[in-house]
């Protein structure tokens, strides 16, 4: 049967005809869509500097209601179109935006690539030839440590305080006036810094939580569990290492991980934990990161118990899920003698799956310090909270400790305080560990620039002493590495 050309062709174009005109909407449609998500992403940037202004200035609390009001509004507007397409509708321009997505990583892929790409020009020298061989031996290759498996131990590089640096330390505290931080300068050794290439934690050492044994200790007296990253190319994965000093100064790392989250997502979002010593051994809880590419819009707390602090097993599951979407929890905990108590940093109004909309902010703000108690450390239940926002408090992580027949006292560095308060290491105070207070006159004025212009303490654990107290810093600079800075404060007494 002869083929119809014409036919054919007029068949041909109808199609390509339609399928212009099915795809040119389509493709307005995911551009608003991608338009409108990021004019969210600004809106809710624009939103978090109201609500700090609003706890910053309490007086103009009516005006960034009214603000907070007109952002609701405009983006009820914004996608007042989006809400009038059929759902088949929705999924294609979804789908669209996923396609053009991909398409645009791609191409800038390809497109620096070819900048990358060195161009021969015709009968010139090449540039190999034109400089001398290179005699280096080559750079070490990292290897991020599988499941179930150590990387090669590396031995630290003389990066970290030694023994020379604790007496020098030392020293600066007998000069030093009661009532004053001594804290070796940014450009002196760390107590924990990242190890060489190729170590399990080449990248990352933060997250201090210290265990003082007390003076009367046989062996070392303190000992330090922190998180400890590698950075390897495409590849980041987390686990918890553990070192043990005499002095709080220097310290004595073990090789590897003593360890390491069971899930590979949880390896690769581990970002922050804590730590107590309970009446039949340590729980370990650990922070996991969102991963909205794989599904997961909110953080989660995990735990993991072990008898002597080494040997670890990780309960099965999250124990805590946040409430807000995008947040950090910023866990700490302790042992009272009784129970298990742990403190997060989170929201408590979700947003609103339909309309991904705020509910309207209460008077005390959106975000308190939520207080769970546990029997075990891996069943929690939820005890009280208090909002941050009347404490005029940076959502930072807190280092508590408890003192039988007072409560609980809580410490945290603010680097932006209000103006009451100076910058430095400050004090909550609880009776309970729900109801919490800003303790006046009791802070301990630091300035950040001790650390250093590009490093900035990012977390704490403290040790009190008889003659003042032993500050850990988890300090992150500008590049993203971190390190453990030791800081002592000499008593007044």
Not at 26 to 37: K, M, S
Not at 347 to 355: E, F, G, I, R
Not at 420 to 428: H, I
């Amino acid at each position: 049967m002869p083929i119809d050309v014409r036919s054919l062709a007029t068949r041909i174009g109808r199609s390509i005809v339609a399928t212009v005109r099915h795809a040119v909407p389509l493709i307005g449609q995911a551009l608003a869509y991608a338009f409108r998500t990021l004019v969210d992403v600004a809106g809710l940037g624009h939103a978090a500097f109201l609500w700090n202004t609003r706890r910053r200035h309490p007086d103009r609390a009516a005006d960034v209601a009214t603000r907070l009001a007109a952002i609701r509004d405009a983006r009820a507007s914004r996608w007042s179109a989006w809400r009038a397409l059929t759902a088949q509708r929705r999924v294609e321009v979804r789908a669209a935006v996923a396609v053009l997505t991909i398409i645009a990583v791609w191409s800038g892929q390809w497109y620096l690539s070819r900048l990358r790409t060195p161009v021969q020009v015709a009968n010139s020298v090449p540039t190999a030839a034109a400089s001398p061989p290179d005699h280096r031996p080559p750079a070490p290759t990292a290897t991020p440590y599988p499941s179930g498996s150590v990387p090669p131990v590396v031995a630290p590089a003389s990066v970290e305080a030694t023994a020379a640096d604790a007496a020098a330390l030392a020293k600066a505290v007998a000069e030093a006036r009661p009532g004053t931080w001594v804290i070796a300068p940014y450009e002196v050794k760390p107590a924990l810094a990242p190890q060489p290439l190729g170590s399990w934690d080449d990248f990352k050492v933060g997250w201090p939580v210290v265990e003082d044994a007390g003076e009367a200790a046989t062996g070392p007296r303190y000992r330090l569990w922190y998180r400890g990253c590698q950075f390897s190319g495409a590849e980041y994965v987390c686990g918890v290492g553990q070192a043990t000093s005499r002095d709080g100064i220097v310290w004595t790392r073990a090789p590897k991980p003593v360890f390491v989250p069971p899930d590979p997502l949880d390896r690769q979002g581990l970002w922050a934990m804590a730590l107590a010593h309970g009446r039949t051994g340590y729980v370990l809880w650990y922070e996991v990161d969102q991963a909205p590419f794989s599904g997961r819009r909110f953080a989660t707390l995990h735990a993991a118990t072990s008898p002597d602090g080494v040997t670890w097993t990780a309960a099965a599951g999250p124990v805590y899920t946040a409430v807000e979407q995008g947040g950090h929890l910023r866990p700490s905990a302790l042992w009272d003698g009784k129970q298990f108590h742990v403190w997060l940093i989170d929201s408590v109004a979700a947003l609103d799956p339909v309309t991904q909309l705020f509910p309207d902010m209460s008077p005390d703000g959106d975000l308190v310090i939520v207080h769970l108690t546990s029997p075990d450390g891996v069943h929690l239940t939820r005890a009280g909270d208090t909002p941050i926002d009347p404490l005029q408090m940076d959502r930072v992580p807190l280092c508590v400790s408890f003192v039988a027949g007072e409560g609980f006292l809580a410490w945290f560095f603010e680097q932006s305080p209000p103006r009451t308060f100076e910058q430095g290491v400050n004090v909550l105070r609880s009776r309970d560990g729900s109801d919490w207070a800003r303790a006046s006159g009791e802070g301990l004025p630091l300035n950040g620039a001790y650390f250093g212009s590009a490093e900035n303490p990012r977390s704490l654990s403290i040790s009190v002493q008889r003659d003042g107290l032993i500050a850990w810093f988890g300090v992150t600079k500008e590049h993203g590495r971190e390190a453990i800075r030791a800081a002592i404060h000499k008593g007044t007494k």
